[in-house]
């Protein structure tokens, strides 16, 4: 992933699935991972802040990753070297949460163009932009 755009201000949604997950950049610029448990979100909320990307700066981007296993969900960035190497670290952030996984038949959106709108979820606020930059 190579953020363009701002980072912050705004929440820029990377992956969406309605009513089960959602990755996206908050407003302060970091990785939240929002996934429905027992019917609420349950949010990992990492700490590196992500920088736009600048040409011929050491790193190139970034690689994230985010799991669930057993009610705790956790969120990962590594910062992607010039040749391409990512060690994944541990977690940036993670969250624990009550078991059932909410599940259904939603369409995943990835990104969006900046503009449009993602539908508020549980309470964690409208999305007014899709992410910016690449995937």
Known sequence: MHP??????KLQVLAHKPGEWKLAINANGVLEWSVSLSGK?????????????????ASTGYVVKATHAGGTVKVFVCDLEPDFNCQMPQPDGQATGQLPLGTGTAAITWGAEA?????????????????????
């Open 41 to 57: 979100m349950t949010v990992a909320t990492g700490k590196k802040v992500l920088q736009r990307h600048v040409a011929g700066a």
């Open 115 to 135: 503009g449009s709108t993602v539908q508020a979820e549980s309470g964690l606020g409208a999305a007014t932009h899709g992410f910016s930059g690449m995937f």
């Open 4 to 9: 363009i755009g701002p980072t912050t201000g």
